[in-house]
């Protein structure tokens, strides 16, 4: 077995089979992304063998762990046979194993020892997953240049930054989708569990670790710190509020039938849920009134009130957002699909230290 650092590790990653052997609940709080989770004791063995470490003593909760540990070896060996074997079947080489516990230390050499004895090639990850966490909050104290793409309630801007990525080849890290929510009131209808906050600044550490091997800037969408129950981590948020924004002009008429095809078809119940938490900022009246078209189901008309609230929030946040931006640049969106996109990438690509 061989100790790696946590840079080696990021460098080759995909030359790695990455298995995480802490408990599932810690695996589950966060992990290395593309981590597999093949826990060396479960939640339960890993509380009682913890007590006995701290009250009893260092050999009992060893001989403790053994006891549960030993009846999985096999199964364990298994497991990881499975995977590889899988691989193989699809003409992808054999990975080394790189492992980690919380710290690299008795769990993942514990199992490394098992799987080096069994034949494979074995890394243990050195510090463990805190080295990776160390990391990644480095992630966000590199200079970065970020393009804000912004734009009232129901410009698109979600799918524009999609297609300027996969159809332009621009660098971008959709952040809504990292947190697993569109961002307002409604964004989490629908959607599911939003990861921890620990895993979404995770993932968003490697993707900006990505990004920066080959760019030096990347295009986001302009959100607010808050995300549902997640926040974009404060250096990332200092440094986008210093950015460039590319603002989007789209239509009235055409943002509220963007809302309805993206919103219309959500559970009501659901949607009237959203609008009552919204009462406090936008007034007891507006609010009946939504519930009152909703109830009716006239969406076009609840969905224009909540239309008219959202842009004066964002109007007033841009208001105070200019001031800090390094540039600013307004496009109207009026042409076609195709037409639109090749304007804001003309309109990026024409950005003085992007064009030098």
């Not at 808050?226 to 789209?250: A, H, N, Y």
Request: aromatic share 10%.
């Amino acid at each position: 077995m061989v100790i790696i650092k946590v840079e080696e590790l990021i460098k080759d990653i995909d030359k790695f089979l990455l298995i995480d052997v802490r408990s599932p609940s810690e695996f589950k709080q966060a992990h290395i992304p593309g981590a597999i989770n093949i826990p060396l004791l479960s939640d339960e063995e890993r509380k009682e063998v913890g007590i006995l470490y701290k009250h009893s003593s260092k050999r009992k909760a060893i001989k403790r762990g053994l006891d549960f540990f030993g009846p999985k070896m096999r199964n364990i060996v298994e497991t990881i046979d499975q995977i590889t074997a899988s691989e193989q079947l699809n003409e992808i080489p054999t990975k080394s194993l790189a492992l980690y516990c919380w710290r690299g230390g008795m769990r993942s050499k514990t199992m490394a020892w098992l799987l080096s004895t069994y034949g494979y090639q074995v890394f243990i990850l050195d510090k463990g997953y805190k080295s990776y966490r160390h990391w990644c909050l480095e992630q966000f104290e590199h200079s970065f240049k970020y393009i804000l793409i912004g734009g009232y309630t129901g410009t698109g801007k979600t799918k524009l930054l999609s297609d300027l990525g996969f159809k332009k080849n621009l660098p971008f890290i959709d952040l809504e989708k990292l947190a697993n929510h569109k961002g307002s009131a409604f964004g989490g209808i629908g959607m599911g569990d939003q990861p921890t906050q620990e895993t979404f600044e995770n993932n968003l550490a490697y993707r900006l670790h990505e990004i920066r091997r080959k760019y030096e800037y990347v295009l986001v969408e302009d959100e607010s710190q808050r995300i549902g129950s997640v926040s974009i981590p404060q250096m990332v948020w200092e440094t986008m509020k210093c950015g460039t924004m590319v603002f989007l002009d789209v239509d009235y008429n055409k943002r509220l039938k963007n809302i309805l095809t993206d919103y219309g078809s959500l559970d009501r119940s659901l949607l009237g849920g959203a609008i009552v938490r919204l009462q406090k900022k936008m007034g007891g009246l507006e609010t009946r009134t939504c519930l009152e078209f909703l109830l009716n189901k006239d969406l076009e008309s609840c969905f224009g009130i909540l239309l008219k609230y959202y842009d004066k929030l964002y109007y007033k946040s841009l208001g105070n957002k200019k001031e800090g931006l390094e540039n600013y640049y307004e496009i109207s969106l009026t042409g076609s699909e195709q037409d639109n996109l090749q304007k804001i990438y003309n309109t990026i690509r024409n950005i003085e230290w992007i064009s030098n």
